[in-house]
């Protein structure tokens, strides 16, 4: 691996990836402190004693809302969260490639004795680092809620960190292909389009599969049915899951460090 | 002398698109050696390919003794580039570019100071972000990152793009100084009086294929000089032009202008015969002879 171009990579993105290590801290503190004010006071309604189905597959599966570990579970499938830790993923991974091609900073890089495959081994661990603060962000922001927020202190650490360490595979998985989109593509923002089109199609084949019955064999084909945070907090969850989970970034790593090497580096 | 890039049947094809169709060429250790075409000819692609950037369909590339195929690391540790286009990093300063790629290159960027001095880049110029830089610094910073660490050879795609006549004049500088010192220079160029001034030798590609190779003043030599013979005296003998390698002959009283091809040795003789007022002849230049590969003189001439 090139430790010059990890640092230089990390050095380019540190503000932004500072913004979204925040948002993402910010917004489960909010989730755990609206979880709070709800839980007090809940409403003894059928919709939320059984919420529709439409609304479990949205949320992966599960949507308790009487407990602080249902709304975390809920705030880490919620499409704000999936959208920062997305970017979190994308912001070094996706223009790993593409956007030195584009703006033509490959040739005078890849004309050194650096190396494609620790070229793109610094892009990768520079895209794990960004994902794993990003993380460390979100598992900041609860941890500072079960201290401050009355109802939040039922979290037990262990349980948010198995929740955190599901989340991560998959983002590590979603940074790593689009790594591999990227070391095919000339252009960021196709790179980008394209992975951020594989990530929503992932949900939307989990929903719609959990949604109707005749194709729930569908959400196997999905990384997110792998990522189920409510059985991770309880502890139920597979081990095979995360072994899922973890294959994701590994292949698509792999194939990513193939294709780019074969490559030709042309606009 | 070792040679120091030997390309044999070199191919390129784009799915079934031939790029490069059998290049073959050889630079010896410490010439200087110019690259022309046409847009579209190949030329980039020639220097993608010596630099390990794109995979040839076949052929062998050997540079200072290495083969790039194999030993791509040893050919790039001692090969300075200059893409024809290329970005820098804008959030980056000047200084902070150079720092980067002299560290990617692993070896110290001893002539830094001494380029920033010659090309004017100032201290100020270089702690700039260079998102903030005009083409001509852009390209400076390009040339220096690509001469700062003394490499062996120089590969350089249109490296005077953007650059002032001043800073153009500089650059030949900086290219006769890696020559003095023994450097390798191989130099894609657009603008052939700059190959012609720099280069020694020089191969015309057309369509992915090597159509001329040898030496600029062979080059030079075969090529049409443009002469114009002023007399004092009108000609006694119409035929006393009529000399071998004289044609297109037009006189105009005591004006007589023609085209000369080969030895001026003999004509320069017979002029000695002549009362000549003033004699002049403009060799073709190496534009003239590459339209004319191109079957486009004409052009050429009225450049």
């Avoid at chain 1, 962000?137 to 401050?148: D, E, H, M």
């Avoid at chain 1, 189920?228 to 973890?246: E, F, H, Q, T």
């Amino acid at each position: 691996m090139s430790s010059t171009v990890f640092r230089q990579t990390l050095r380019q993105v540190r503000r932004t990836l500072g913004v979204l290590v925040l948002g993402v801290g910010a917004f489960f503190y909010l989730v755990l402190l609206a979880s709070s004010s709800f839980t007090k006071e809940a409403p003894n309604l059928p919709f939320f004693q059984s919420p529709p189905k439409a609304i479990t597959a949205f949320l992966g599966g599960s949507a308790d809302f009487f407990h602080a570990d249902g709304w975390l579970s809920a705030g880490m499938t919620h499409p704000v969260i999936l959208s920062l830790l997305t970017s979190s993923a994308l912001l070094v991974a996706a223009g790993s490639v593409a956007t030195e091609v584009e703006r033509g900073t490959i040739d005078l890089v890849l004309a050194r004795p650096v190396g494609r495959v620790p070229f793109l081994l610094a892009k990768a661990l520079a895209s794990i680092i960004a994902v794993t603060a990003a993380e460390l962000g979100g598992l900041a922001g609860v941890l500072i809620a079960r201290q401050t927020i009355d109802g939040v202190r039922e979290l037990s650490i262990g349980s948010v960190l198995r929740a955190f360490t599901g989340s991560w595979l998959l983002f590590v998985g979603v940074a790593m292909v689009g790594m591999l989109v990227s070391a095919r593509s000339s252009l960021r923002g196709q790179s980008i389009g394209i992975t951020v089109g594989i990530v929503v199609a992932w949900f939307f084949m989990n929903f719609i599969a959990l949604l109707i019955d005749g194709i729930s064999g569908l959400r196997f084909a999905s990384p997110f049915h792998y990522f189920r945070p409510i059985d991770l907090l309880a502890g139920n969850a597979p081990a095979g899951d995360l072994l899922v989970l973890a294959a994701v970034p590994a292949v698509a790593l792999l194939l990513a460090a193939a294709e780019f090497t074969r490559r030709d580096l042309t606009r | 002398m070792g040679m120091a890039i030997e390309v044999e049947g070199l191919v390129k094809r784009y799915r079934r698109k031939p790029a490069l169709d059998g290049v073959s060429l050889s630079v010896a250790d410490g010439d200087a050696f110019g690259y022309v075409g046409p847009n579209g000819a190949g030329k980039t692609t020639t220097i993608r390919c010596l630099l390990g950037l794109v995979r040839p369909t076949a052929g062998v590339i050997r540079i200072l003794g290495h083969n790039v195929a194999t030993d791509l690391g040893a050919v790039l540790a001692d090969v300075g580039h200059l893409p024809g286009e290329f970005g820098l990093w804008p959030q980056l300063t000047g200084a902070e570019c150079l720092d980067y790629l002299g560290t990617l290159q692993q070896r110290a960027p001893v002539r830094r100071r001494e380029l920033c001095d010659r090309l004017e880049l100032s201290q100020a110029d270089l702690r700039r972000q260079v998102r903030l830089y005009s083409r001509g610094m852009k390209q400076k910073i390009g040339i220096i990152q690509a001469f700062q660490h003394e490499p062996r050879a120089l590969v350089l795609d249109e490296p005077t793009e953007g650059l002032d006549p001043v800073m153009k004049e500089r650059f030949v500088e900086l290219l006769a100084g890696h020559r003095q010192a023994g450097g390798t220079i191989f130099l894609s160029s657009h603008i052939l009086s700059e190959v012609e001034e720099t280069t020694e030798r020089v191969a015309v590609l057309k369509a992915g294929r090597i159509v001329r190779t040898g030496a600029t003043a062979d080059l030079t030599g075969e090529r049409v000089r443009h002469c114009t013979l002023v007399l004092k005296q009108p000609l006694a003998d119409a035929a006393a032009l009529d000399i071998e390698g004289v044609s297109g002959l037009e006189s105009d009283g005591l004006i007589h202008r023609f085209e000369f091809r080969g030895d001026m040795e003999p004509l320069m003789r017979r002029l000695g015969t002549f009362a000549v007022q003033e004699f002049l002849s403009e060799p073709e230049h190496l534009a003239e002879t590459f339209f004319e590969i191109y079957g486009d003189s004409d052009q050429g001439r009225s450049r």
